[in-house]
C-alpha cells in the first residue's frame, strides 16, 4: 500500500516537473517573440514618422507652387486697361 502511495506521487511529481519545464520553456519562447514584435513595431513606427516628415515637405513644396502658379496667372488675367502703363502713370 505504502509503495503504490509513493509510485503515484512520483509519477504526480515528474507529471507536474514537466508541466513546469514546458510552462518555464513556453514562456521563455512567448517573451522573445513579444519582445522580437514589439522591436519590429518600433523600427516600422520610426520609418513611418521620417516617410511623414518627407510627406510633409512634399506637401509643403506643392503647395507653394500652387500658390505661385495661382498667383502668375491672377497677375496675367488683369485686365489691359487696369495695367500700368509703361511710359507713366497717366499714359503718354
Known amino acids: 500500500m505504502a509503495n503504490s502511495t509513493v509510485s503515484e506521487f512520483v509519477n504526480l511529481l515528474l507529471v507536474l516537473f514537466s508541466i513546469m519545464f514546458c ?19 518600433v523600427q516600422f513606427l520610426a520609418r513611418c514618422q521620417r516617410a511623414l516628415y518627407w510627406s510633409l515637405w512634399l506637401m509643403l513644396f506643392m503647395f507653394i507652387l500652387a500658390s505661385i502658379k495661382v498667383l502668375t496667372e491672377d497677375m496675367n488675367n488683369i485686365p489691359q486697361s487696369k495695367r500700368a502703363h509703361p511710359g507713366g502713370y497717366y499714359g503718354y
Open 23 to 41: 510552462c518555464v520553456c513556453s514562456k521563455d519562447f512567448v517573451m522573445k517573440i513579444a519582445s522580437d514584435i514589439y522591436n519590429h513595431v
